[in-house]
């Protein structure tokens, strides 16, 4: 090559190192580029990475003789504990389970019933159970030679709720025939609890 083109190449070399950096070999043998101050060059984010946040928070259990509402928080039921079982699934939100079993019995049990609409009710009553104002209802299929059952709504009853908001409460209470006049005694009891925390 002569002189005068290798000049040439070697001012071509340099504007271009000038313009879009250099590259040189560190202490630590990694490669960098050098850039010219002229030409603003992009500032690259380092991530660094921390470990992931614990979650602190754990759910307070249900206590003893405590029967949280699911459908219609922040309602509770009062119950005795060494007779009913709460069998209420209270962490598991893909399915709603909340009932009371009594432990002695084969099938009493008292539920709450979800949202709904009652279309053919056979008929109904107004009871005061401690006081708690319930409309007691009956549908056509509360009785049968399988299981009985009665439905209690409760309305406009019990400060520190706001029904007309979130809804009013129906609880259902039910068992074979044979266990239906003590089940639906101690399923009353239980009812007469309603309140508010």
Known sequence: MKSFEHKILIVLCGALLFVQGCFYETDSNVISIATSTLIPQPKIPTLTMSPLPTNTITPTPVPLGIFAIIFYPPLILDYDYSVWEDESKYDDRNIIVNYLQVKEFTTCI?????????????????????????????????????????????????????????????????????????????GEEVLSTLRVP
């Not at 107004?126 to 209690?152: A, G, R, V």
């Not at 709504?153 to 400060?159: E, T």
């Open 110 to 186: 008292l539920w709450i019933q979800g949202p709904t609409g009652f279309y053919d009710v056979n008929e109904s009553e107004d009871i005061l159970l401690q006081n708690i104002n319930y409309t007691k209802l009956t549908l056509p299929e509360s009785f049968t030679p399988d299981f009985s059952s009665l439905y209690y709504l409760a309305k406009n009853s019990f400060s520190g709720y706001n029904g007309e908001l979130y809804g009013w409460p129906v609880f259902g209470i039910g068992s074979i025939p044979s266990e239906w006049e003590k089940c639906k005694k101690l």
